[in-house]
Structures are given as structure tokens and as C-alpha cells.
């Protein structure tokens, strides 16, 4: 299999959550082309699930691959570049996918004593296929339920060649967040008849930045990102509507709870205030990612003795993964892989180094051929 050559296909065509139908295909077909006799192919939605029969198996092991894309508009000038404007595959999934085929190849030429269930799941970005695929598995295919789950994410900042993880939480509790205001707006030269949301969303957004510095214990930590601010339509009209798009991050469901009771008192005292409606949409939630003590420290082990391969212990980041929605009912673990882009995760000049793909699957395979 030319894992490059696949990537570069995939990087091509971006698709976001649920919509990923071209990736399906493509991945089906790629699937399909390699010898049969040792696979069961499964779909769910814009997934696929396809388990590898080991020799002798005592359990089984799933690899988990996220596999949508984003709605950036790519600027890395690559002759692969996305052909699904305003699209890109920011955030690797192309390399995900790639490796995961690479390790499904892997396994079928060289198997392995346990049976090995790879996921290739839609909706990681949003608005969450774990937790709906998770229930599937368990509900409609508890045969293809996994024992043991493990999943890898790029990372820009490393250097290709090494892999960081920890036990436990290594990324956060996440909540989307959009708030929309509707109050009068009006004409530009008469803002005491209107109660302009351009102002009161700003005022909102300024005040929101308040509670992570007085409302969150400043032992704790959590994350409030405003990504999006719009208001208005035209530069003489005063503004009716405004909508904050942004994220927010903790590290438990404890101070999840506490943003979420302070974001929603603010905005009752922007309504009051500007005399306006204010409704908030949490959108997806994801549970944080716990990695399993045990298997994270096996996996550290094992990277620590493979040449080639440099083990870092990782502190826990501010990222989101719906991967946590497997963690919380199989033991599993996740790692960062290093890819050494000079733009990070979800920027529109992402170019991960496509050398991962010449030992992550052989890499993987042996950690498998071990657990
Ligand atoms: C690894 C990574 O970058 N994950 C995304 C997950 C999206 C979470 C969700 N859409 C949200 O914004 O809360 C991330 O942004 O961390």
C-alpha cells in the first residue's frame, strides 16, 4: 500500500462530520482491494468498522481513526491542496486514516494473535461520532465490542519519531458553545431608538472572559474561546443580531458545570442590560480522553525500547476528543505522534510530515503483536 500516495488522496477531499461520503467510499475501496479472507467489514453511517481475525485470539484490540475534515479554507499552496473548497483536512484525520490503512494491510500480511477491530470514525470535529458509533457497537454489534481500545493524534510541536502520552486525563472536557442575541437595531445616526447587539455581543464577550480569572480556582484550569464574533450587515445599520461561536474547555465535569451556571447568569444580565433576547446552544459535548494507567505506562514502556522511537511523557492539553467516549466504558489510551509542522492543529497551513506514514503502522503493529 503507497500510504502517501493514499494520504495525499484523502487530503484531497475533506468532508465534515456525517458527511464524510467520498472518504466512506474511498476507504471502503481500499479495504476491499486487500485479501479478504481474514476480514469482517461493518458500516455505521459515514463509518466503517473492520475487524482482522488473529490467530489465536484471546481478546480484541480496536484502533480508532477519526476521519472528517473541517470548514477551513486550505492556504498551504500544496500540488494535493483540498479540491472541496473551504474545506481542509486540518487536524490530520488524512494522516489518521492513512496509518490506519497502512496497519490493516499490516496486520492482514503479518497477523497477529489477537483479533484487531479498526474504527474509522465519522464526526470527530463535530458534533461527535464516538459516543453514537460507542453505542452501536454495543447495541447492534456487541461482537465487535473491544476489550482494549488505542487511538493517536498528530502533533505539529513534535518532532517526527516521537510519541508522548500519560496515564490518565491527557485531554479536556469540552463543550461548544454559541450564544445569539436579537434586540432592535436601527439606523446608524439613531442608536437611542435601537439597543444595538454589535455592542451588547461584544459586552458579552468581554465579560465572558471573566470567568476563567475570577469564577474558576486558580489551582484548577479551564479555557473559554471565543472563535467567532458576528454582528450586523452593513457598516451604517446598527446590528440586530450577534452570534459568538466558541468552545469551552475543564478539566472534570465539576468545573464544566460551574462555566456553564456563570455563562448563563451573564448573559441573563446582557438581556436585562441591553434589553435584548440572549439564547445559548451548547452544541457537542465531549467527555475528557482517561487513558488507562496501566496501558499508557505499557505503551510508554514499549516506545521507550523501539529505535527509532523517542517516548515523551505529555502533560494533559486543552484539546478535545470524542475518543474519551470509548475511554469511559473500555480501557484505552491515546498518543500524540509527531509530524513537525511549522502550523499547528486546525490552522490553514497545517502540513504534517508524511514520514509517520513509513513506521507508525509497523510500529503500532508490533505494540499490538505485544498487548
Ligand atoms: C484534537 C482537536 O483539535 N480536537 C478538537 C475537537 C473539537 C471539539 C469541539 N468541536 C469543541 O469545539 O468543543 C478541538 O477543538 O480540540
Redesign the pocket.
Known amino acids: 500500500m503507497d500510504l502517501i500516495t493514499i494520504r495525499r488522496e484523502l487530503h484531497m477531499i475533506p468532508e465534515i462530520g456525517f458527511q464524510e461520503f467520498k472518504t466512506q467510499q474511498y476507504l471502503l475501496e481500499k479495504i476491499r482491494s486487500l485479501p479478504q479472507d481474514r476480514l469482517e467489514i461493518a458500516q455505521w453511517k459515514t463509518g466503517v468498522a473492520v475487524k482482522v481475525i488473529g490467530q489465536n485470539a484471546t481478546k480484541l484490540i480496536a484502533w480508532r481513526t477519526d476521519i472528517d475534515g473541517l470548514p477551513i479554507a486550505e492556504n498551504t499552496g500544496l500540488p494535493y491542496s483540498s479540491a472541496h473548497e473551504g474545506f481542509m483536512h486540518a487536524?490530520g484525520h488524512d494522516i489518521h486514516m492513512a496509518n490506519a490503512l497502512g496497519l490493516l494491510d499490516r496486520l492482514i500480511k503479518n497477523p497477529i494473535q489477537q483479533d484487531v477491530l479498526i474504527i474509522f470514525q465519522p464526526a470527530?470535529?463535530?458534533p461527535g461520532g464516538a459516543l453514537p458509533f460507542r453505542e452501536w457497537l454495543k447495541t447492534e454489534r456487541p461482537d465487535l465490542w473491544p476489550d482494549e481500545i488505542y487511538a493517536m493524534?498528530i502533533a505539529p510541536d513534535l518532532p517526527v519519531g516521537t510519541v508522548a502520552t500519560k496515564p490518565g486525563l491527557l485531554?479536556a472536557n469540552?463543550?461548544?458553545l454559541f450564544i445569539d442575541l436579537h434586540g432592535k437595531g436601527g439606523h446608524a445616526a439613531f442608536p437611542h431608538l435601537t439597543e444595538d447587539m454589535a455592542v451588547a455581543g461584544a459586552s458579552l464577550l468581554m465579560q465572558l472572559q471573566t470567568i476563567v480569572s475570577r469564577n474558576i480556582n486558580p489551582m484548577d484550569s479551564a479555557v473559554l474561546t471565543v472563535g467567532k464574533f458576528t454582528a450586523g450587515t452593513v457598516q451604517n445599520v446598527i446590528a440586530e443580531h450577534a452570534r459568538l461561536e466558541g468552545?469551552?474547555?475543564t478539566l472534570n465535569n465539576e468545573s464544566m458545570l460551574k462555566m456553564k451556571q456563570r455563562i448563563e447568569a451573564i448573559c441573563k444580565a446582557v438581556e436585562t442590560g441591553a434589553n435584548c433576547r440572549v439564547s445559548i446552544d451548547y452544541?457537542?459535548?465531549?467527555r475528557e480522553v482517561e487513558n488507562d494507567a496501566e496501558l499508557a505506562e505499557m505503551f510508554l514502556d514499549f516506545a521507550e525500547e523501539t529505535d527509532g522511537i523517542t517516548a515523551v511523557r505529555a502533560d494533559a492539553a486543552?484539546?478535545?476528543?470524542?475518543f474519551g467516549y470509548f475511554t469511559e466504558q473500555i480501557s484505552g489510551m491515546m498518543f500524540w505522534a509527531g509530524v513537525a509542522s511549522e502550523f499547528g492543529?486546525?490552522h490553514a497551513k497545517l502540513d504534517p510530515d508524511e514520514k509517520i506514514l513509513e513506521f507508525m503502522p509497523d510500529f503500532i503493529h508490533r505494540f499490538f503483536s505485544e498487548v
Open positions: 487536524c470527530e470535529e463535530r493524534h485531554f469540552t463543550s461548544e468552545t469551552i474547555r452544541g457537542a459535548s465531549y486543552m484539546t478535545g476528543e470524542d492543529l486546525h
